[in-house]
């Protein structure tokens, strides 16, 4: 039985809302989600199967066709084989009568999309396609065969010596190739690593268009690397110091500051005061009076003048006030 090795990840460079976990539990939903059933997921490999004048091959063991599995992995080969049908996370396999699962962040040239039935659409395209996968991922106790188009591009002597150069702690360069809700992948020319959305920006990101684009150029830094499944934690935050690690000593109640109306949200507004550190103006410190919604008071890309009301750096809060400043 194969053991699958331990993940590198030193102290200091943990990300901060559990990487991997996050990364587990999103790819494990995907590649467990039931195949859409209509006839457009339904592929011509399946009708012919149903068709008994048909002569039909000869499909080896599950127990066998697991070890097959194995060894292309050990050997760093690729596979040839039809895509069977499609969830929202990427693409469904049928290899040797095991299900397999391409992540769409694994496949060639996908559009990134935020909304699900444009990726819904997109992934329809790949129906009955034959595609060239590297299997990148496999534990056969969990029914787990996660594949990669991408990979099959890259050799496997070119693929070590990536793993080799990428250690924990070290700036790389690369380009960003898809956006999911969790996160931003990065080609780093012949492996492909995720930046968490947590870490994006030392200030809050609802989604990683955010912060960057599909196709461009950034450095990151490496948090931690599993050359035995080809994961590889990246950060873009790190490049910079923390601005909450000395909020505490640059701001104090009743300080006036200004800044930038970030985001309003139906509890209050967000205001930018620095590069990557936003402090909260909760609706009660608004305005005088009755209103409807915070918009009614601000909107986003105001600039505006504000009160501290407190800081606590550890907490990563700065309350801010509206009320009673002029100007």
Same mark, same amino acid.
């Given at each position: 039985?194969?053991?699958?090795?331990?993940?590198?990840s030193p102290?200091?460079?943990?990300?901060?809302?559990?990487?991997?976990?996050?990364?587990?539990?999103?790819?494990?939903?995907?590649?467990?989600?039931?195949?859409?059933?209509?006839?457009?997921?339904?592929?011509?490999?399946?009708?012919?199967?149903?068709?008994?004048?048909?002569?039909?091959?000869?499909?080896?063991?599950?127990?066998?066709?697991?070890?097959?599995?194995?060894?292309?992995?050990?050997?760093?080969?690729?596979?040839?084989?039809?895509?069977?049908?499609?969830?929202?996370?990427?693409?469904?396999?049928?290899?040797?009568?095991?299900?397999?699962?391409?992540?769409?962040?694994?496949?060639?040239?996908?559009?990134?999309?935020?909304?699900?039935?444009?990726?819904?659409?997109?992934?329809?395209?790949?129906?009955?396609?034959?595609?060239?996968?590297k299997i990148?991922?496999?534990?056969?106790?969990?029914?787990?065969?996660?594949?990669?188009?991408?990979?099959?591009?890259?050799?496997?002597?070119?693929?070590?010596?990536?793993?080799?150069?990428?250690?924990?702690?070290?700036?790389?360069?690369?380009?960003?190739?898809?956006?999911?809700?969790?996160?931003?992948?990065?080609?780093?020319?012949?492996?492909?690593?995720?930046?968490?959305?947590?870490?994006?920006?030392? $200030?809050?990101?609802?989604?990683?268009?955010?912060?960057?684009?599909?196709?461009?150029?950034?450095?990151?830094?490496?948090?931690?690397?599993?050359?035995?499944?080809?994961?590889?934690?990246? $950060?873009?935050?790190?490049?910079?110091?923390?601005?909450?690690?000395?909020?505490?000593?640059?701001?104090?109640?009743?300080?006036?500051?200004?800044?930038?109306?970030?985001?309003?949200?139906?509890?209050?507004?967000?205001?930018?005061?620095?590069?990557?550190?936003?402090?909260?103006?909760?609706?009660?410190?608004?305005?005088?009076?009755?209103?409807?919604?915070?918009?009614?008071?601000?909107?986003?890309?105001?600039?505006?003048?504000?009160?501290?009301?407190?800081?606590?750096?550890?907490?990563?809060?700065?309350a801010l006030?509206?009320?009673?400043? $002029?100007?």
């Amino acid at each position: 039985m194969h053991k699958e090795p331990t993940p590198i990840s030193p102290p200091q460079l943990v990300a901060d809302e559990s990487f991997w976990a996050a990364l587990f539990t999103q790819e494990s939903a995907n590649a467990l989600a039931t195949p859409p059933t209509d006839d457009q997921c339904v592929t011509e490999l399946e009708t012919m199967d149903s068709d008994l004048s048909l002569p039909t091959a000869v499909e080896p063991s599950r127990e066998d066709a697991w070890q097959m599995a194995w060894e292309l992995f050990d050997a760093d080969e690729t596979i040839e084989t039809a895509v069977a049908g499609f969830n929202k996370g990427g693409l469904l396999i049928n290899w040797h009568g095991l299900q397999g699962f391409v992540p769409a962040s694994q496949l060639i040239d996908f559009p990134p999309h935020r909304q699900e039935a444009e990726r819904t659409r997109a992934l329809q395209q790949w129906q009955k396609k034959v595609l060239r996968l590297k299997i990148i991922e496999i534990n056969d106790e969990q029914n787990r065969l996660i594949l990669s188009e991408r990979a099959a591009l890259v050799k496997a002597d070119e693929r070590d010596e990536l793993f080799r150069n990428i250690v924990p702690g070290k700036r790389v360069q690369g380009e960003i190739t898809n956006l999911t809700d969790f996160g931003a992948f990065v080609d780093l020319g012949g492996a492909e690593g995720l930046i968490h959305i947590s870490e994006l920006s030392w $200030s809050r990101v609802t989604h990683p268009t955010d912060v960057v684009q599909p196709g461009q150029k950034v450095t990151v830094r490496v948090l931690s690397v599993d050359p035995g499944n080809g994961r590889i934690a990246l $950060s873009l935050k790190r490049l910079k110091s923390d601005p909450w690690q000395t909020v505490d000593e640059r701001f104090q109640p009743g300080q006036i500051v200004e800044g930038v109306v970030s985001k309003v949200v139906n509890f209050g507004a967000f205001v930018q005061i620095e590069d990557e550190l936003e402090g909260l103006i909760h609706i009660s410190e608004l305005a005088e009076g009755a209103f409807l919604h915070p918009r009614n008071v601000v909107r986003c890309g105001q600039m505006v003048r504000a009160r501290v009301l407190y800081v606590d750096g550890a907490a990563k809060r700065l309350a801010l006030s509206l009320r009673g400043i $002029s100007g």
